[in-house]
């Protein structure tokens, strides 16, 4: 079984800055992708950034050169720095991660959700 626990999320002013961290915990082999999604009230979950094993990244439009996107491969963990955030980027954030995991003798890969951390942002 695989964790993620996110943190960082809280209530900040517009232009303001936050770091979300996700820390993977458990059986695991190797992380694939990693990634941001976002979910308003009343809307879909969006994905707001995701880093691959090798490094490659991709940003939503709404946040090209606002968030930056980063991971830890020795503490299993993805970052997500959130600079100039807007009343518009109010939601509750989650990680999701691709892992490949130990199960019954052989590895399987798996995909996993944190349990989400709420961004207030004040205008």
């Known amino acids: 079984q695989v964790q993620l626990v996110e943190s960082g999320g809280g209530l900040v002013q517009a232009g303001g800055s936050l770091r979300l961290s996700c820390a993977a915990s458990?059986?695991?082999?190797?992380?694939?992708?990693m990634d941001w999604y976002r979910q308003a009230p009343g809307k879909q979950r969006e994905l707001v950034a995701a880093?691959?094993?090798?490094?490659?990244?991709n940003y939503a439009d709404s946040v090209k050169g606002r968030f930056t996107i980063s991971r830890d491969n020795a503490k299993n963990t993805v970052y997500l720095q959130m600079n100039s955030l807007k009343p518009e980027d109010t939601a509750e954030y989650y990680c999701?991660?691709?892992?490949?995991?130990?199960?019954?003798?052989?590895?399987?890969?798996?995909?996993?959700w944190g349990q989400g951390t709420q961004v207030t942002v004040s205008s």
């Open positions: 880093i691959a094993s090798g490094g490659s990244i």
């Open positions: 458990g059986s695991i082999f190797s992380i694939n992708a």
């Open positions: 999701h991660a691709e892992v490949a995991t130990y199960y019954s003798g052989t590895i399987q890969t798996y995909t996993y």
